[in-house]
C-alpha cells in the first residue's frame, strides 16, 4: 500500500501550512550559491501544492518570506524577487486550470513594484476558483499582523464602532489578514528547526505541530503524505478529556 492510499480522506485537515525552510543550507551543502537552493525549493513548492490540489485540500498556506527575511542581503533579497515574478509569471495557468485559488497575507506593500503587481493580477485571475485556496505569506510576520490588527481596533474603538467590553475573539479576528480563512490544523516546518518564526501565532493556538530534518528542496510528496498520516494519527482534544472527545464521536 502506498503512503497516499494509507490517507483517511474523510479526515483530511482542512488547513495545511508549512513553513518551508532550509533551501540555503541544502545549497551550501552541495558547494552552490543560496539562490540556487531558492531555485530549487520551487520545485517543492510546486509538487506540495499539486498534492495538497490532488487530495482535496481546501487551503494550503506557505511562509515564503518572512518581514524577518528583509534583513537579508540584497542580492540574495533581488534574486527571491525575481524568482517570485518567474514563478508567478510561469504557474498563473497552472493555477487556473487546476481550479486553484491564490491569496497572499503579509505587508505586501514592501514588496518591489513588480512583483506587487504581478501578484495582484494572479490573485484577479484565479479569483474564482473554488477548489484549493493556496495562500503565500509574504513579507509576513504575526506580530506585525496582531499589531495592525490592534491599532485599526483601537481606532474603531476610539470612532465609537464597537464597545471595548463587548470585544470577543471573533471580533478581533475581523482585523487579521487571515479573516475568512480557518485556522491551520496541521503545521509543518523542515530543517529539523523546533519553533515557529513569527508565523501565525493566533492562528496556531491549537495546531497540531510535525517537524521534519529535511530540507526544504529534500520535501517529497511521501513526506507530506506522512505529515498527514501523523495527523490523522493524534487526538485533538482542545482542552477536553479524551472521554469527552470520544463521547462527541
Known amino acids: 500500500m502506498t503512503l497516499k492510499n494509507k490517507i483517511d480522506t474523510l479526515r483530511l485537515p482542512v488547513h495545511i501550512a508549512i513553513i518551508m525552510d532550509g533551501n540555503g543550507r541544502w545549497a551550501r551543502q552541495r558547494g552552490k550559491d543560496r539562490i540556487f537552493g531558492h531555485q530549487q525549493g520551487v520545485k517543492t513548492v510546486r509538487e506540495v501544492i499539486e498534492c495538497a490540489a490532488e487530495l482535496g ?72 476558483a473554488d477548489g484549493l485556496t493556496l495562500i503565500i505569506a509574504l513579507s509576513y510576520s ?64 491549537y495546531t497540531e505541530l510535525y517537524f521534519t530534518e529535511l530540507l526544504w528542496p529534500d520535501f517529497s510528496k511521501d513526506e507530506f503524505y506522512k505529515a498527514i498520516i501523523d495527523f490523522q494519527k493524534r487526538e485533538r482534544r482542545f482542552g477536553k478529556t479524551s472521554e469527552q472527545v470520544r463521547e462527541k464521536q
Do not use: C, H
Request: glycine share 4%; net charge negative.
Open 142 to 205: 504575526s506580530r506585525w499582523e496582531i499589531l495592525n490588527a490592534a491599532r485599526k481596533l483601537a481606532s474603531d474603538v476610539k470612532n465609537d464602532l464597537i464597545e471595548p467590553e463587548a470585544i470577543m475573539e471573533d471580533d478581533f479576528e475581523k482585523y487579521l489578514t487571515t479573516f475568512g480563512i480557518p485556522d491551520p490544523e496541521l503545521l509543518i516546518r523542515t530543517s529539523g528547526e523546533l519553533r515557529v518564526s513569527n508565523f501565525l501565532l493566533w492562528q496556531l493556538a
Open 57 to 128: 485540500l481546501k487551503y494550503l498556506t506557505l511562509y515564503a518570506f518572512s518581514t524577518e527575511n528583509w534583513g537579508r542581503p540584497d542580492d540574495e533579497i533581488s534574486a527571491l524577487m525575481g524568482i517570485m515574478v518567474q514563478s508567478l509569471n510561469n504557474e498563473t495557468d497552472t493555477l487556473i486550470r487546476n481550479n486553484i485559488r491564490l491569496k497572499a497575507i503579509g505587508d505586501v506593500n514592501r514588496l518591489a513594484e513588480d512583483v506587487r503587481e504581478r501578484l495582484f493580477e494572479t490573485i484577479e485571475l484565479t479569483s474564482k
